[in-house]
């Protein structure tokens, strides 16, 4: 089995929806070295962190919640519908034109009619290696109010998917897509940490 890491590191420096949004903090509530002198540890010392973000940064899930208020929150996401069908979009957007002005303006995005075509696919999960799902110019949001509204979720900012994609051309082969994402109460999205497992022959005997 060969697994694929699809999320990308999380933290200062990485590319955010708008100007608006903060870049993720880590602060120390204390530090190996001051946990010497807390008392709490015997040959040994602990670090702890606090830690402040936007939810809708880097890879990340989207509930049905972030743009429909009736429906599922994180936390009352069956957990069924996070292991059911996925499809991965493969733009290869990304892989070219990450960390550049382009990668947050110029993105391919899913349109009315795609929406409409996905949900008829009967996924559980859409997945892609772009920045968002919807153009920035449409304030509509068609594929999110879309595919959001029939339950399906959304995982964007995805990568390494070129490297799925070459593995699964090569021979055929069975994958599974894994988006583990924490059950925070009332949450209209969070970072999840994305993979691909990839089958070999030999595993499916």
């Known amino acids: 089995m060969k697994i694929i890491d699809l999320s990308y590191t999380f933290g200062e420096g990485m590319p955010l929806y708008s100007s608006s949004v903060k870049p993720p903090q880590i ?26 973000f936007n939810a809708s940064t880097g890879t990340h899930l989207d509930a049905p919640f972030h743009f429909h208020p009736s429906k599922a929150k994180l936390d009352q996401i069956p957990i069924e519908n996070l292991v059911e069908k996925a499809l991965i979009l493969f733009t290869g957007f990304n892989y070219k ?16 009619e795609l929406a409409d075509l996905l949900v008829k696919a009967q996924i559980s999960i859409l997945a892609v290696d772009t920045l ?6 449409d304030k509509k949001r068609p594929a999110h109010t879309t595919l ?10 995805m990568c390494n998917v070129e490297k799925l994609w070459n593995e699964m051309k090569e ?15 009332d949450a209209a999205a969070f ?3 994305a993979y691909a497992t990839i089958l070999e022959q030999s595993d499916l005997l």
């Open 148 to 157: 959001l509204k029939n339950d399906i979720l959304i995982v964007e900012e």
């Open 171 to 185: 021979t055929v082969k069975k994958f599974y897509f894994h988006a583990p994402v924490l059950k925070f109460k």
């Open 27 to 52: 602060s120390p509530v204390f530090t190996h070295e001051q946990s010497k002198q807390l008392g709490y540890y015997e040959n040994t010392t602990c670090e702890v962190h606090n830690v402040t």
């Open 132 to 137: 968002v799902v919807d153009s920035f110019l």
């Open 97 to 112: 034109y990450y960390g550049t002005e382009k990668y947050l303006k110029d993105y391919p995005f899913i349109n009315q």
């Open 191 to 193: 970072p999840v940490r």
